[in-house]
């Protein structure tokens, strides 16, 4: 018995662990974006996307900032399958979880194409759609919506289990992100459609944060 209860100790351990890299994800991911944001020569937090800042001489860092905050997505999402098995969403929401994850993975190797004037030096305007940035978005797409999706299983996960006020906050979290999704792809280079993704964002990401902290505790 007290191999036993070691060895449960141990997983438990473990699993926290892998969620606690879902607590920390999001705010790594925001705190290098925004940092370059504010620093980088000729970037405009309202008419440029984020991943625009993966081109140029200083690109290698959000490029690098993608692959590790994948990495610790790819680690909550194998934590999130011990913290909501046996039950409701135990399967899915740890593959829409880690496909987001591989998506952020897919960005770094994809960069998106320089447009309206970001690198400094860049034409403004749309300019040249290469093959690299199209697999971008197309990549980056599919991972958003894989996110969308978990937010939803994992709401009905804990409706299932009783908590009506983190199932209502997983929902609402997945729409606004949705939706603020759903306006830069309309209307990229729109200063509202831009300001609105970066608080889908951070919605989203803070959303993360804090439901793995709360599955943590949990364990």
Excluded at 140 to 163: E, N, T
Aim: proline share 4%.
């Amino acid at each position: 018995m007290t191999q036993l209860a070691h060895n449960r100790t141990r997983s438990i351990s473990r699993h926290r662990l892998l969620l606690g890299c879902g607590v920390l994800a999001g705010p790594m991911y925001v705190t290098v974006a925004l940092a370059q944001a504010f620093t980088r020569e000729g970037f405009d937090l309202a008419r440029h996307p984020w991943s625009y800042l993966a081109n140029g001489d200083l690109g290698w860092i959000q490029t690098l900032n993608f692959v590790l905050t994948a990495l610790a997505t790819i680690a909550a999402a194998a934590g999130l399958r011990h913290a909501l098995t046996p039950g409701r969403g135990a399967r899915w929401a740890p593959i829409l979880l880690g496909a987001f994850g591989v998506s952020m993975i897919g960005a770094a190797l994809f960069p998106a194409d320089p447009a309206m004037g970001f690198p400094a030096g860049t034409p403004e305007g749309p300019g040249a759609i290469t093959l690299s940035g199209t697999l971008h978005m197309a990549v980056g797409g599919v991972g958003f919506l894989c996110a969308v999706a978990a937010c939803q299983v994992i709401a009905s996960r804990y409706a299932r289990d009783g908590h009506k006020g983190w199932a209502w906050y997983s929902r609402v979290t997945g729409i606004v992100f949705l939706g603020s999704f759903l306006g830069i792809a309309s209307g990229g280079g729109v200063a509202w459609t831009n300001l609105a993704f970066v608080a889908g964002i951070l919605a989203l990401w803070t959303w993360m944060s804090l439901m793995s902290l709360n599955l943590s505790r949990s364990a």
